[in-house]
């Protein structure tokens, strides 16, 4: 029988031991971890992303600094906004909501946060210290995984990774933290040749392409791990309304693998609840908690 990696519980357990460390240490420091949470322009999915980051800091007692900008925000504004939270005492930690209108250097702006409050591990100090193997801001989706292997107790050692999908946010990253785990990692994408090849060679198969069921049972190696990080809204004419799918076939996929990922409630949790993570780790770290 297939086991569901259930990244809702986890996150729901990890939430938990965070709100009992803001309770534990607030009154000593003075006040609770901060996050600043900024999004510019009007992307619907961006703003129920930002609003479940504020609801789950609302449930952690994290204070939220969210602040909502206009489309045509120039890059000066963002840039004097970004550097006033690097010098606020109150924030702990900052993440800017991806993506970005056209007109503005998301880049630029990212490299712009001070690595210490670089939350979305996103800076070029903390990657760095992510391929050097040394302690740094994580990137929430991938080290969300991470955890998520570990509370299943998922034999990694020397076995294959096979990653689907190649972005800064989480398939280099991911493969990296693979790699440490004493995995051998292979890092492929859409473009890649003889795709179903490669995952069929995979013990633990990661997907993160952003296309709807991409991974097919025959595609799987039986027995295999399978982590599901796409998720995208699809409309169906048989459907009262819309529902998010992952880039796996899930109700074919799991009669094949020993472990999968559910979407929604595997990954997507896990990320919230390690961007909260972080903020509380940039907290402790600052204050020698």
């Given at each position: 029988?297939?086991?569901?990696?259930?990244?809702?519980?986890?996150?729901?357990?990890?939430?938990?031991?965070?709100?009992?460390?803001v309770?534990?240490?607030?009154?000593?420091?003075?006040?609770?971890p901060?996050?600043?949470?900024?999004m510019?322009g009007?992307?619907?999915?961006?703003a129920?992303?930002?609003?479940?980051?504020?609801r789950?800091?609302?449930?952690?007692?994290?204070?939220?600094?969210?602040?909502?900008?206009?489309?045509?925000?120039?890059?000066?504004?963002?840039?004097?906004?970004?550097?006033?939270?690097?010098?606020?005492?109150?924030?702990?930690?900052?993440?800017?909501?991806l993506?970005?209108?056209?007109?503005?250097?998301?880049?630029?702006?990212?490299?712009?946060?001070?690595?210490?409050?670089?939350?979305?591990?996103?800076?070029?100090?903390?990657?760095?210290q992510?391929?050097?193997?040394?302690?740094?801001?994580?990137?929430?989706?991938?080290?969300?995984?991470?955890?998520l292997l570990?509370?299943?107790?998922?034999?990694?050692l020397?076995?294959h990774?096979?990653?689907?999908?190649?972005?800064?946010?989480?398939?280099?990253?991911?493969?990296?933290?693979?790699?440490?785990?004493?995995?051998?990692?292979?890092?492929?994408?859409?473009?890649?040749?003889?795709i179903?090849?490669?995952?069929?060679?995979?013990?633990?198969?990661?997907?993160?392409?952003?296309?709807?069921?991409?991974?097919?049972?025959?595609?799987?190696k039986?027995g295999?791990?399978?982590?599901?990080?796409?998720?995208t809204?699809?409309?169906?004419?048989?459907?009262?309304?819309?529902?998010?799918?992952?880039?796996?076939?899930?109700d074919?996929?799991?009669?094949?693998?020993?472990?999968i990922?559910?979407?929604?409630?595997g990954?997507?949790?896990?990320?919230?609840?390690?961007?909260?993570?972080?903020t509380?780790?940039?907290?402790?770290?600052?204050?020698s908690?």
């Amino acid at each position: 029988m297939t086991g569901i990696l259930d990244g809702k519980a986890l996150a729901a357990k990890m939430q938990a031991e965070l709100t009992q460390d803001v309770k534990t240490f607030t009154p000593t420091i003075g006040r609770p971890p901060g996050l600043a949470v900024l999004m510019v322009g009007d992307n619907p999915a961006s703003a129920a992303y930002v609003r479940g980051k504020e609801r789950a800091c609302q449930r952690v007692g994290i204070a939220s600094f969210g602040r909502h900008y206009p489309a045509e925000t120039t890059q000066e504004e963002l840039i004097q906004v970004i550097d006033s939270l690097n010098e606020n005492d109150q924030v702990d930690g900052i993440l800017l909501q991806l993506p970005l209108p056209e007109h503005l250097n998301g880049v630029a702006l990212l490299n712009r946060i001070l690595p210490h409050k670089d939350v979305d591990g996103l800076h070029p100090y903390n990657m760095g210290q992510l391929l050097r193997d040394e302690p740094a801001m994580q990137s929430c989706t991938p080290s969300g995984v991470m955890r998520l292997l570990a509370e299943y107790n998922i034999d990694l050692l020397g076995k294959h990774a096979v990653v689907i999908g190649r972005s800064i946010l989480v398939g280099k990253p991911m493969g990296i933290m693979l790699l440490a785990a004493d995995m051998t990692a292979t890092i492929a994408h859409i473009l890649s040749e003889n795709i179903p090849d490669l995952t069929r060679t995979a013990d633990v198969l990661v997907v993160a392409a952003g296309c709807p069921k991409l991974i097919t049972a025959d595609m799987v190696k039986p027995g295999a791990v399978v982590v599901d990080i796409g998720i995208t809204r699809v409309t169906d004419p048989a459907w009262e309304k819309p529902r998010l799918v992952g880039d796996v076939d899930f109700d074919a996929v799991k009669e094949v693998a020993s472990w999968i990922t559910p979407v929604p409630g595997g990954v997507g949790p896990m990320t919230v609840t390690m961007l909260l993570y972080n903020t509380v780790l940039s907290y402790r770290q600052r204050f020698s908690l």
